[in-house]
Protein backbone atom coordinates (compact mmCIF):
# COMPACT_ATOMS: atom_id res chain seq x y z
CA UNK A 1 0.00 0.00 0.00
CA UNK A 2 1.25 3.65 -0.57
CA UNK A 3 1.82 5.80 1.96
CA UNK A 4 4.10 8.40 0.38
CA UNK A 5 0.82 10.61 0.76
CA UNK A 6 0.45 10.31 4.10
CA UNK A 7 4.35 10.67 5.17
CA UNK A 8 4.74 13.80 3.06
CA UNK A 9 5.72 17.07 4.75
CA UNK A 10 3.65 19.66 4.92
CA UNK A 11 3.59 22.47 1.96
CA UNK A 12 4.81 25.55 2.88
CA UNK A 13 0.78 26.76 2.78
CA UNK A 14 -0.07 24.24 5.21
CA UNK A 15 1.94 25.43 8.05
CA UNK A 16 1.41 29.07 7.50
CA UNK A 17 -2.06 27.92 7.85
CA UNK A 18 -1.86 26.14 10.80
CA UNK A 19 0.03 29.12 12.35
CA UNK A 20 -2.86 31.78 11.81
CA UNK A 21 -5.77 29.53 12.36
CA UNK A 22 -4.32 28.66 16.20
CA UNK A 23 -2.78 31.91 16.55
CA UNK A 24 -4.33 32.92 19.97
CA UNK A 25 -3.77 36.28 21.56
CA UNK A 26 -2.93 34.88 24.93
CA UNK A 27 -0.12 32.79 22.95
CA UNK A 28 1.78 36.34 21.61
CA UNK A 29 4.60 38.27 23.47
CA UNK A 30 3.30 41.55 24.63
CA UNK A 31 5.56 43.44 22.30
CA UNK A 32 3.75 41.88 19.72
CA UNK A 33 0.13 42.78 20.90
CA UNK A 34 1.50 45.97 21.74
CA UNK A 35 2.85 46.50 17.54
CA UNK A 36 -0.50 45.76 16.81
CA UNK A 37 -1.87 48.68 18.13
CA UNK A 38 0.83 50.91 16.97
CA UNK A 39 -0.07 49.76 13.36
CA UNK A 40 -3.95 50.46 13.75
CA UNK A 41 -3.09 53.87 15.14
CA UNK A 42 -0.67 55.01 12.26
CA UNK A 43 -2.64 53.72 9.11
CA UNK A 44 -6.24 54.79 10.98
CA UNK A 45 -3.86 57.99 10.21
CA UNK A 46 -2.97 57.56 6.87
CA UNK A 47 -6.45 56.16 5.69
CA UNK A 48 -8.18 59.57 7.52
CA UNK A 49 -5.38 61.68 5.46
CA UNK A 50 -5.88 60.19 2.46
CA UNK A 51 -9.71 59.99 2.32
CA UNK A 52 -9.70 63.96 2.13
CA UNK A 53 -6.63 64.59 1.26
CA UNK A 54 -5.66 62.96 -1.71
CA UNK A 55 -6.89 62.16 -5.66
CA UNK A 56 -6.94 58.63 -5.29
CA UNK A 57 -9.03 58.57 -1.88
CA UNK A 58 -11.79 61.22 -3.02
CA UNK A 59 -11.90 58.65 -6.59
CA UNK A 60 -12.60 56.00 -4.22
CA UNK A 61 -15.75 57.50 -1.96
CA UNK A 62 -17.29 58.22 -5.26
CA UNK A 63 -16.92 54.63 -6.37
CA UNK A 64 -18.52 53.96 -3.28
CA UNK A 65 -21.46 56.73 -3.52
CA UNK A 66 -22.31 55.26 -6.66
CA UNK A 67 -22.73 51.83 -5.78
CA UNK A 68 -26.33 50.56 -5.26
CA UNK A 69 -25.22 48.03 -2.67
CA UNK A 70 -25.86 47.91 1.43
CA UNK A 71 -23.74 47.30 3.82
CA UNK A 72 -22.26 47.34 7.42
CA UNK A 73 -18.45 48.42 6.90
CA UNK A 74 -17.19 52.14 7.34
CA UNK A 75 -16.23 53.74 4.55
CA UNK A 76 -13.84 56.56 6.11
CA UNK A 77 -14.21 59.90 6.02
CA UNK A 78 -17.63 59.90 4.97
CA UNK A 79 -21.16 59.01 6.35
CA UNK A 80 -21.36 56.26 4.33
CA UNK A 81 -21.37 51.75 4.59
CA UNK A 82 -20.74 49.66 2.48
CA UNK A 83 -19.75 45.92 1.85
CA UNK A 84 -16.74 44.68 3.58
CA UNK A 85 -14.75 44.32 0.55
CA UNK A 86 -16.26 47.80 -0.94
CA UNK A 87 -15.41 49.55 2.38
CA UNK A 88 -11.89 47.46 2.38
CA UNK A 89 -10.93 48.32 -1.31
CA UNK A 90 -11.55 52.58 -0.62
CA UNK A 91 -10.27 52.57 2.82
CA UNK A 92 -7.02 50.52 1.67
CA UNK A 93 -6.62 53.13 -1.41
CA UNK A 94 -6.70 56.06 1.18
CA UNK A 95 -4.34 54.18 3.17
CA UNK A 96 -1.44 53.98 1.21
CA UNK A 97 -2.28 57.02 -0.87
CA UNK A 98 -0.63 59.77 0.65
CA UNK A 99 2.51 57.55 1.44
CA UNK A 100 2.48 57.67 4.90
CA UNK A 101 1.68 53.71 5.73
CA UNK A 102 4.10 51.26 7.35
CA UNK A 103 6.39 49.32 5.80
CA UNK A 104 9.22 46.19 5.68
CA UNK A 105 12.69 46.53 4.10
CA UNK A 106 12.72 43.01 4.51
CA UNK A 107 9.63 42.36 2.83
CA UNK A 108 9.81 45.31 0.32
CA UNK A 109 6.23 45.94 1.36
CA UNK A 110 3.38 48.10 3.23
CA UNK A 111 1.13 46.02 5.02
CA UNK A 112 -0.41 47.85 7.14
CA UNK A 113 -2.38 49.96 3.85
CA UNK A 114 -4.39 46.43 3.16
CA UNK A 115 -3.79 44.55 6.37
CA UNK A 116 -5.79 46.99 8.70
CA UNK A 117 -8.92 47.81 6.11
CA UNK A 118 -9.48 44.37 5.67
CA UNK A 119 -9.58 43.58 8.82
CA UNK A 120 -11.36 46.69 10.10
CA UNK A 121 -13.85 46.01 7.48
CA UNK A 122 -14.86 42.43 8.08
CA UNK A 123 -14.48 42.57 11.46
CA UNK A 124 -17.20 45.30 11.50
CA UNK A 125 -19.39 43.57 9.73
CA UNK A 126 -18.76 40.52 11.83
CA UNK A 127 -18.82 42.60 15.24
CA UNK A 128 -15.42 40.86 16.18
CA UNK A 129 -14.29 41.75 19.48
CA UNK A 130 -10.82 43.84 19.47
CA UNK A 131 -9.01 41.03 20.59
CA UNK A 132 -10.02 38.93 17.74
CA UNK A 133 -8.96 41.89 15.26
CA UNK A 134 -5.56 41.86 16.78
CA UNK A 135 -4.94 38.30 15.98
CA UNK A 136 -6.37 39.11 12.36
CA UNK A 137 -3.73 41.76 12.20
CA UNK A 138 -1.19 40.14 13.44
CA UNK A 139 -1.82 36.87 11.69
CA UNK A 140 -2.13 38.78 8.27
CA UNK A 141 1.28 41.03 8.66
CA UNK A 142 3.07 37.90 9.83
CA UNK A 143 2.03 35.71 7.28
CA UNK A 144 2.59 38.57 4.32
CA UNK A 145 6.03 39.61 5.73
CA UNK A 146 7.37 36.16 5.41
CA UNK A 147 6.31 35.51 2.13
CA UNK A 148 7.62 38.96 1.17
CA UNK A 149 10.92 38.37 2.71
CA UNK A 150 11.26 35.07 0.96
CA UNK A 151 10.95 36.58 -2.53
CA UNK A 152 12.23 40.04 -2.21
CA UNK A 153 14.42 41.89 -3.56
CA UNK A 154 14.15 40.25 -6.66
CA UNK A 155 10.51 40.41 -7.01
CA UNK A 156 10.33 44.05 -6.41
CA UNK A 157 13.26 44.57 -9.14
CA UNK A 158 11.56 42.92 -11.51
CA UNK A 159 9.06 45.20 -11.27
CA UNK A 160 5.97 43.77 -9.21
CA UNK A 161 4.54 45.88 -6.60
CA UNK A 162 4.84 43.85 -3.49
CA UNK A 163 1.84 45.99 -1.71
CA UNK A 164 -0.26 44.78 -4.60
CA UNK A 165 0.85 41.24 -4.83
CA UNK A 166 2.68 39.72 -1.12
CA UNK A 167 -0.24 41.70 0.55
CA UNK A 168 -3.07 39.50 -0.69
CA UNK A 169 -1.67 37.11 1.41
CA UNK A 170 -1.60 38.95 4.76
CA UNK A 171 -4.99 40.27 4.09
CA UNK A 172 -6.25 36.70 3.83
CA UNK A 173 -4.80 35.75 6.34
CA UNK A 174 -6.50 38.22 8.71
CA UNK A 175 -9.72 37.66 6.58
CA UNK A 176 -9.15 33.73 7.20
CA UNK A 177 -8.76 34.70 10.76
CA UNK A 178 -12.14 36.30 11.48
CA UNK A 179 -13.93 34.31 9.91
CA UNK A 180 -12.93 31.27 12.10
CA UNK A 181 -11.72 29.43 9.06
CA UNK A 182 -9.53 25.80 10.00
CA UNK A 183 -5.98 25.32 9.01
CA UNK A 184 -7.45 22.81 6.41
CA UNK A 185 -10.57 25.78 4.80
CA UNK A 186 -7.38 28.37 5.15
CA UNK A 187 -5.02 26.46 2.67
CA UNK A 188 -7.83 26.56 0.16
CA UNK A 189 -7.83 30.33 0.74
CA UNK A 190 -4.13 31.07 0.61
CA UNK A 191 -4.54 28.91 -2.63
CA UNK A 192 -6.88 31.23 -4.17
CA UNK A 193 -4.84 34.30 -3.10
CA UNK A 194 -2.26 33.59 -4.76
CA UNK A 195 -4.12 33.58 -8.12
CA UNK A 196 -5.47 37.06 -6.94
CA UNK A 197 -2.35 38.67 -6.52
CA UNK A 198 -1.54 41.53 -8.53
CA UNK A 199 0.26 44.61 -8.83
CA UNK A 200 3.04 46.04 -11.39
CA UNK A 201 5.29 49.32 -10.72
CA UNK A 202 4.30 51.15 -14.26
CA UNK A 203 3.67 54.12 -12.49
CA UNK A 204 6.79 54.71 -11.18
CA UNK A 205 7.56 56.06 -15.28
CA UNK A 206 4.82 58.71 -15.50
CA UNK A 207 3.25 59.31 -12.15
CA UNK A 208 0.04 57.96 -12.76
CA UNK A 209 -1.47 56.96 -8.98
CA UNK A 210 -2.99 53.30 -9.84
CA UNK A 211 -0.35 52.41 -7.45
CA UNK A 212 -2.91 53.25 -4.57
CA UNK A 213 -5.29 50.94 -5.67
CA UNK A 214 -2.70 48.06 -5.65
CA UNK A 215 -3.56 47.86 -1.24
CA UNK A 216 -7.32 48.49 -1.82
CA UNK A 217 -7.49 45.50 -4.49
CA UNK A 218 -5.57 43.27 -1.97
CA UNK A 219 -7.86 44.48 1.03
CA UNK A 220 -10.25 43.26 -0.75
CA UNK A 221 -9.50 40.41 -2.27
CA UNK A 222 -8.28 38.87 0.58
CA UNK A 223 -12.22 39.07 1.83
CA UNK A 224 -13.01 37.53 -1.10
CA UNK A 225 -10.67 34.60 -1.05
CA UNK A 226 -11.19 33.81 2.40
CA UNK A 227 -15.03 33.86 2.10
CA UNK A 228 -14.98 31.69 -1.03
CA UNK A 229 -12.63 29.21 0.61
CA UNK A 230 -15.79 28.91 3.50
CA UNK A 231 -18.07 28.44 1.22
CA UNK A 232 -16.31 25.58 -0.58
CA UNK A 233 -14.07 26.85 -3.24
CA UNK A 234 -10.66 25.06 -3.39
CA UNK A 235 -7.05 26.62 -4.45
CA UNK A 236 -3.90 24.42 -4.56
CA UNK A 237 -1.90 23.51 -1.46
CA UNK A 238 1.11 24.29 -2.67
CA UNK A 239 0.44 27.38 -4.05
CA UNK A 240 4.16 29.13 -2.40
CA UNK A 241 6.39 26.53 -3.73
CA UNK A 242 4.51 24.34 -6.41
CA UNK A 243 5.89 23.63 -9.54
CA UNK A 244 3.49 26.14 -10.90
CA UNK A 245 2.78 28.59 -7.72
CA UNK A 246 3.59 31.62 -6.51
CA UNK A 247 7.27 31.65 -6.44
CA UNK A 248 8.07 30.24 -9.95
CA UNK A 249 6.03 33.00 -11.69
CA UNK A 250 6.68 35.87 -9.31
CA UNK A 251 9.92 35.17 -8.34
CA UNK A 252 11.55 33.33 -11.18
CA UNK A 253 15.37 34.67 -10.41
CA UNK A 254 14.97 32.62 -7.02
CA UNK A 255 13.23 32.46 -3.61
CA UNK A 256 13.88 31.54 -0.16
CA UNK A 257 11.29 29.14 1.04
CA UNK A 258 13.19 28.73 4.23
CA UNK A 259 12.71 32.17 5.25
CA UNK A 260 8.47 31.07 5.48
CA UNK A 261 8.73 29.34 7.98
CA UNK A 262 11.86 29.36 9.94
CA UNK A 263 10.84 30.76 13.70
CA UNK A 264 7.77 31.05 12.82
CA UNK A 265 5.79 32.06 15.76
CA UNK A 266 9.07 32.48 18.14
CA UNK A 267 10.89 35.22 15.63
CA UNK A 268 8.28 37.73 14.45
CA UNK A 269 9.13 39.96 11.75
CA UNK A 270 5.87 42.11 12.82
CA UNK A 271 7.95 43.63 15.14
CA UNK A 272 10.76 44.68 12.73
CA UNK A 273 8.18 46.90 10.29
CA UNK A 274 9.09 50.52 10.05
CA UNK A 275 6.87 53.60 10.39
CA UNK A 276 7.05 56.85 8.29
CA UNK A 277 7.62 60.45 10.12
CA UNK A 278 7.50 61.46 6.34
CA UNK A 279 5.21 61.24 3.69
CA UNK A 280 7.20 59.74 0.38
CA UNK A 281 8.53 56.80 -0.29
CA UNK A 282 10.48 54.97 2.38
CA UNK A 283 13.93 55.43 0.53
CA UNK A 284 13.29 59.26 -0.07
CA UNK A 285 13.16 59.52 3.84
CA UNK A 286 16.83 58.17 3.99
CA UNK A 287 18.05 61.16 1.85
CA UNK A 288 15.89 63.44 3.25
CA UNK A 289 18.08 62.92 7.25
CA UNK A 290 20.81 62.90 4.66
CA UNK A 291 20.22 66.14 3.84
CA UNK A 292 19.52 67.26 6.79
CA UNK A 293 22.70 66.19 8.32
CA UNK A 294 25.09 68.10 5.45
CA UNK A 295 23.00 71.28 6.35
CA UNK A 296 24.10 70.68 10.11
CA UNK A 297 27.79 70.33 9.15
CA UNK A 298 27.20 73.28 6.49
CA UNK A 299 24.20 76.02 5.86
CA UNK A 300 24.15 75.62 2.22
CA UNK A 301 22.23 78.05 0.31
CA UNK A 302 20.60 76.62 -2.52
CA UNK A 303 21.90 79.34 -4.97
CA UNK A 304 25.43 78.17 -4.12
CA UNK A 305 25.24 74.52 -4.61
CA UNK A 306 27.21 72.85 -7.51
CA UNK A 307 26.54 69.26 -7.27
CA UNK A 308 24.80 66.91 -4.83
CA UNK A 309 25.39 62.99 -5.25
CA UNK A 310 23.68 60.17 -3.79
CA UNK A 311 24.97 56.69 -3.26
CA UNK A 312 22.81 54.05 -2.63
CA UNK A 313 21.43 50.38 -2.98
CA UNK A 314 19.55 49.12 -6.51
CA UNK A 315 16.00 49.33 -5.07
CA UNK A 316 16.49 53.28 -4.24
CA UNK A 317 18.25 53.81 -7.55
CA UNK A 318 15.15 51.89 -9.86
CA UNK A 319 11.89 53.14 -7.26
CA UNK A 320 13.16 56.41 -6.49
CA UNK A 321 15.37 58.05 -9.16
CA UNK A 322 13.03 60.17 -10.63
CA UNK A 323 14.24 63.72 -11.90
CA UNK A 324 11.48 64.38 -13.82
CA UNK A 325 8.74 63.96 -11.21
CA UNK A 326 5.23 64.84 -13.12
CA UNK A 327 2.88 64.50 -10.53
CA UNK A 328 2.26 64.78 -6.74
CA UNK A 329 3.16 60.73 -6.42
CA UNK A 330 5.91 61.13 -8.89
CA UNK A 331 7.26 63.81 -6.61
CA UNK A 332 6.79 61.42 -3.06
CA UNK A 333 8.45 58.75 -5.10
CA UNK A 334 11.33 61.14 -6.12
CA UNK A 335 15.00 61.16 -4.04
CA UNK A 336 15.42 64.40 -6.26
CA UNK A 337 12.54 66.34 -4.96
CA UNK A 338 13.21 65.35 -1.62
CA UNK A 339 16.64 66.22 -0.96
CA UNK A 340 15.73 70.08 -2.84
CA UNK A 341 12.80 70.08 -0.89
CA UNK A 342 14.88 70.23 2.16
CA UNK A 343 17.77 72.45 0.92
CA UNK A 344 15.01 75.04 -0.75
CA UNK A 345 12.53 75.38 2.10
CA UNK A 346 13.81 73.11 4.84
CA UNK A 347 10.34 71.24 4.90
CA UNK A 348 9.42 67.92 2.93
CA UNK A 349 5.57 67.71 4.76
CA UNK A 350 2.30 67.36 3.25
CA UNK A 351 2.20 71.01 1.98
CA UNK A 352 5.18 70.52 0.19
CA UNK A 353 3.84 67.59 -2.28
CA UNK A 354 1.10 69.66 -3.88
CA UNK A 355 0.76 70.92 -7.02
CA UNK A 356 1.84 74.20 -7.00
CA UNK A 357 4.66 72.77 -4.60
CA UNK A 358 5.91 70.37 -6.94
CA UNK A 359 6.04 73.47 -9.56
CA UNK A 360 8.38 75.24 -7.84
CA UNK A 361 10.99 76.49 -10.57
CA UNK A 362 13.71 76.80 -7.33
CA UNK A 363 13.20 73.64 -6.42
CA UNK A 364 13.48 71.84 -9.94
CA UNK A 365 16.48 73.54 -10.38
CA UNK A 366 18.31 72.19 -7.46
CA UNK A 367 16.80 68.55 -8.26
CA UNK A 368 18.28 68.38 -11.29
CA UNK A 369 21.61 68.39 -9.82
CA UNK A 370 21.35 65.62 -7.85
CA UNK A 371 23.16 62.46 -9.17
CA UNK A 372 22.36 58.96 -7.58
CA UNK A 373 24.75 56.18 -8.09
CA UNK A 374 24.34 52.52 -7.14
CA UNK A 375 26.94 52.00 -4.35
CA UNK A 376 28.25 48.19 -4.44
CA UNK A 377 29.59 48.08 -0.63
CA UNK A 378 25.71 49.58 0.57
CA UNK A 379 24.70 47.15 -2.20
CA UNK A 380 26.18 44.01 -0.13
CA UNK A 381 24.20 44.88 3.09
CA UNK A 382 21.15 45.14 1.55
CA UNK A 383 18.31 45.08 2.91
CA UNK A 384 19.78 45.58 6.76
CA UNK A 385 21.20 48.38 6.88
CA UNK A 386 19.22 50.00 3.23
CA UNK A 387 22.33 52.63 3.59
CA UNK A 388 22.28 56.08 1.59
CA UNK A 389 24.82 58.74 1.29
CA UNK A 390 24.27 62.36 0.15
CA UNK A 391 27.10 64.19 -0.49
CA UNK A 392 26.75 67.75 -1.51
CA UNK A 393 29.16 70.17 -2.70
CA UNK A 394 29.13 74.33 -3.26
CA UNK A 395 30.83 76.27 -5.79
CA UNK A 396 33.33 77.94 -2.77
CA UNK A 397 34.26 74.50 -2.64
CA UNK A 398 32.48 73.83 0.64
CA UNK A 399 31.42 70.28 1.56
CA UNK A 400 29.47 67.84 3.10
CA UNK A 401 28.84 64.22 3.08
CA UNK A 402 26.40 62.40 5.47
CA UNK A 403 25.14 58.62 5.45
CA UNK A 404 21.89 57.33 6.67
CA UNK A 405 21.98 53.92 7.89
CA UNK A 406 18.50 53.34 9.75
CA UNK A 407 16.21 56.51 8.95
CA UNK A 408 14.02 56.99 11.93
CA UNK A 409 11.19 55.32 12.10
CA UNK A 410 13.26 52.12 11.97
CA UNK A 411 13.24 49.46 14.57
CA UNK A 412 17.03 50.16 15.49
CA UNK A 413 15.48 54.00 15.25
CA UNK A 414 12.32 53.68 16.07
CA UNK A 415 9.39 56.13 16.75
CA UNK A 416 8.11 56.23 19.89
CA UNK A 417 4.35 55.80 20.99
CA UNK A 418 4.42 59.27 21.30
CA UNK A 419 6.26 60.11 18.00
CA UNK A 420 3.68 58.20 16.55
CA UNK A 421 0.54 60.46 17.90
CA UNK A 422 1.93 63.44 16.84
CA UNK A 423 2.31 62.27 13.48
CA UNK A 424 -1.58 60.98 13.71
CA UNK A 425 -2.55 64.90 14.88
CA UNK A 426 -0.36 66.32 12.28
CA UNK A 427 -1.35 64.33 9.50
CA UNK A 428 -5.86 64.78 10.63
CA UNK A 429 -5.45 67.97 11.44
CA UNK A 430 -7.24 69.51 8.25
CA UNK A 431 -9.49 66.52 8.10
CA UNK A 432 -10.82 65.79 11.67
CA UNK A 433 -11.01 67.81 14.61
CA UNK A 434 -9.03 67.73 17.81
CA UNK A 435 -11.97 65.94 20.40
CA UNK A 436 -12.13 63.15 17.61
CA UNK A 437 -8.74 62.86 16.84
CA UNK A 438 -8.11 61.90 20.57
CA UNK A 439 -11.03 59.76 20.53
CA UNK A 440 -9.64 57.77 17.87
CA UNK A 441 -5.78 57.63 19.29
CA UNK A 442 -7.60 56.41 22.58
CA UNK A 443 -9.64 53.80 21.26
CA UNK A 444 -6.81 52.24 18.76
CA UNK A 445 -4.51 52.14 21.47
CA UNK A 446 -6.62 50.22 23.57
CA UNK A 447 -8.19 48.20 21.17
CA UNK A 448 -7.67 44.70 22.47
CA UNK A 449 -10.16 45.89 25.51
CA UNK A 450 -12.92 46.59 22.82
CA UNK A 451 -16.02 44.41 23.18
CA UNK A 452 -16.92 45.10 19.74
CA UNK A 453 -14.62 46.75 17.23
CA UNK A 454 -17.46 48.85 15.12
CA UNK A 455 -17.69 50.99 17.75
CA UNK A 456 -14.01 52.22 17.11
CA UNK A 457 -15.10 52.27 12.93
CA UNK A 458 -17.85 54.60 13.50
CA UNK A 459 -15.56 57.06 14.54
CA UNK A 460 -13.88 57.23 10.81
CA UNK A 461 -17.43 58.14 9.47
CA UNK A 462 -18.20 61.76 9.43
Excluded at 57 to 79: F, H, I, N, Y
Excluded at 378 to 396: A, F, G, H, T, W
Excluded at 412 to 432: H, Q, S, W, Y
Aim: net charge negative.
Amino acid sequence: METHAASAPPSLTERLARFAASLTLESLPEAVVHQAHRCLLDTTGAMLAGSRLSQAGQAGRRLAAGLDERGDSAVAGSTMSRSPMTAALVNGMASHALELDDGSKHATYHPGASIIPAALALGQAKRISGRKLIEAVVAGYEVSLRIGTAINPGHYLRGFHPTGTIATFGTTAAAAKILGLDAETTVNAFGLAGSLASGINQYEIDGSISKHLHPGNAARNGILAATLAKEGMTGPEEILEGRLGFFHCFAPDGADPSVVTDGLGQDWNFLRIYFKPWCSCRYVHYAIEAAQNDLAQHPFRAADIESIVVRTHRNAKQGSDIPDYRSPLHARLSIQYGIASILVRGRAGLGEYEDDAIADPEVRRVSDLVRIEVDEAIQKLYPNPRSMIVEIRDRSGNAASARIDHAKGDPENPMTDDELRAKFRDVTAGVIDDARAEAIMKSAMSIRECADVSSFACLLQF
